[in-house]
């Protein structure tokens, strides 16, 4: 049962590319459909940041530590859609055009947060595995923190993109900050993790 | 054609790490953005070409009736618009409050014209309508009035977004006399020879096409002549990214979209952005309106 269980849970984390290609081949992406793909990717990767750093809380929360197994696939996946996102901006959006591209990372505070954002994600993906752990020993610990820089600008990405706060940046903000506020609880009350 | 390897364009953590199901969807996404690579920019946009019926219902910026493009179709469908009646008031001669019945009574035509919205997608939509002017000219407007103020009904009883502080309700727009004058600025009744739908401002809305579309107020209750510029909406929202011009205008960046080029509602995802033009297009017609004004400043 145990040996089924990852490969469950990983074509389970595979359901905004099912729920995409859906739209895709059934033409129901609406009226605007290269913003539809790009919005979708973009949401998709925040709610695995967000899911992701829920995996630590949660062990807290539920006094058990199977969770854990799941985070590195929970982060590798939101890496995969933040990919997905930029390919889809850069490649659907802006046909590879690179001029006006690199005009709006440089211009726009977005672009340049959300782009900082996936920077910041490579090198979280690269040392991911088990033998990157251990060559990184503690420094490993230090490096997956920037996972709370990476989902602050990640939020704050959405927000800025947004014309008004309401209500899914909102959402996102208050969830973030609800999981943020965990790690202070944490920290005070029992020093690691 | 140019042809990248997909291991070029994928990161190859991703790219290894995909089990041959996970690549194969990759694949059809990638392939797809790879057929639109060619990099020809589309010229002008074709002003003629209608976007469909459906696209124009359906994908709405209606911020009364919820922030998703989606939500003023689903929730408009039962919003009263009878009775209804529009006051004309303010600097005029004769104030005026007309029912949407007298209102309705004036010939409307067919007009073809382009919406650009200020998020950088456009569509072609044939309106039934009228030049405002036309009901401007039955009030006769004092010589001290500098604006006009457009007001949407207040309603949160059927117009849920008006419960929450998303904006400053009840949303108002405004003009320039000469502008508000200019056969060009239409009193919208109808689109597709229909009457107007809920969710694209029925009864009656306003729709000027050489600027961006949250300029064009829907549901209006209220036209008032001003002396001082009005507090529109988005304006005092923030005042740092749309202006009480709002003229669409490729040389103009907003601070969150570029306005060099748009998306066109209802083309596939390989279609490509095209260029935006002056004044959306209609530079002939109005580009007299602002001879020697600084449009970056007056944006």
Known sequence: MKNYLKPFVFLLLLWPIYIISYQIIFNELGPEPVDRIINHFGEWTLIFIILTLSISPLRKLTNSTEWIKFRRML???????????????????????????????????????????????????????????????????????????????????????????????????????????????????DSKI | MIKFKHSEITPEKIYNKRRSFVKSMGYSLGALTLNSIPLINANASNLNEATSYEDITTYNNYYEFGTGKGDPHRRAKNFTTRPWSVKIEGLVEKPLELSIEEILSIKSEERILKLRCVEGWSMVIPWLGFSLSELLNKVEIKPAAKFIEFETIYNPEEMVGQRYPVLNWPYIEGLRIDEAMHPLTTVVTGLYGKSLPNQNGAPLRIFIPWKYGFKSAKAIVKIKLTEKMPNTAWKNASPREYGFYSNVNPNVDHPRWSQATERVIGESILAPRIKTLMFNGYEDEVAHLYSGMDLKKNY
């Open chain 1, 75 to 189: 982060g590798l996946f939101a890496f995969f859609y933040a990919s997905m996102h930029m390919l889809s901006y850069v490649g659907l959006d802006y046909r590879f055009d690179f001029e006006p591209l690199i005009d709006d990372v440089l211009k726009k505070k977005f672009v340049f947060i959300g782009f900082s954002a996936w920077l910041l994600l490579i090198p979280l993906a690269i040392t991911s595995s088990d033998k990157m752990a251990r060559l990184l020993k503690q420094n490993w610990k230090k490096l997956h923190r920037l996972v709370y820089v990476i989902a602050i600008f990640g939020v704050l990405h959405f927000i800025w993109l947004s014309k008004t706060i309401f209500f899914k940046p909102l959402i996102f903000l208050i969830i973030l900050i609800i999981l943020l506020l965990f790690r202070i609880n944490f920290n005070k009350s």
